[in-house]
């Protein structure tokens, strides 16, 4: 089955701590993108990446980082520099034919 | 900046009733509005508007774009508590390749 695959489904970060979340996609689109959702709130661009070893910063991308090495992975890194993690995050990628932006099930990402 | 604004944030109606949810825009370059319906996790895609004044229908649900104006609006009619989510528009900019997504509606439909 095509689709994009976020894991784990459930992180916990301890202070001080960098956590990478992963996002594979067989989809064979060229931009992927991380969002971060805060409780009841929209989508916020982390940082989107429009092709292999090629990536931009969106609008809160501070404490972030990503790498795209490979077409079908980009993973994003949390920083100990983003001190308030706690939120869910969307991975996702635009299919450019039919103008459509797909997205995994998602990341809650918790602080202890 | 691109923006994209979304109202009202919340609405609370009984199954029957019809709601429009509201969607303004300020992206560069625009391509397209889109729209989601976010239930649990993953958002899954509704529309995807282009041409000003072309209302594009998929069952309860309808929606028009107005690009003279910069805005959109979701209709859903005859609401059933299936609806009840958190409904999210957002703004293709076409030369950055990036979606701008406003804050959302968040619906609730009571028995």
């Known amino acids: 089955d095509g689709g994009i695959t976020q894991s784990p489904k459930y992180l916990f970060r301890k202070e001080g701590q960098n956590v990478t979340l992963s996002c594979e996609q067989n989809l064979n689109h060229d931009a992927m993108y991380w969002y971060r959702q805060d409780p009841g709130q929209g989508l916020r661009l982390i940082y989107y990446s429009q092709i292999v070893n090629d990536f931009q910063k969106g609008d809160i991308a501070e404490g972030y980082s990503v790498s795209r090495e490979k077409k079908e992975s980009f993973p994003l890194t949390v920083t100990s520099a983003q001190k308030n993690p706690t939120a869910f995050y969307l991975c996702a990628t635009w299919d450019r034919s039919n103008e459509k932006l797909f997205f995994g099930s998602g990341t809650q990402l918790s602080v202890l | 900046e691109d923006k994209v604004v979304q109202s009202p944030l919340s609405l609370v109606v009984h199954e029957g009733d019809t709601v429009t949810l509201n969607c303004s825009y300020e992206?560069?370059?625009?391509?397209?509005l889109l729209w989601y319906k976010q239930e649990k996790k993953a958002p899954t895609f509704l529309f995807m508007l282009t041409s000003s004044g072309i209302e594009k229908k998929s069952g309860r649900l309808s929606s028009i774009l107005d690009k003279k104006e910069l805005f959109s609006i979701l209709n859903i009619t005859a609401t059933q508590t299936g609806d009840s989510a958190i409904y999210l528009c957002a703004g293709y900019n076409n030369a950055g390749n990036m979606l701008t997504f406003g804050g959302g509606t968040r619906l609730m439909v009571k028995p």
């Open positions: 992206v560069t370059n625009f391509r397209s």
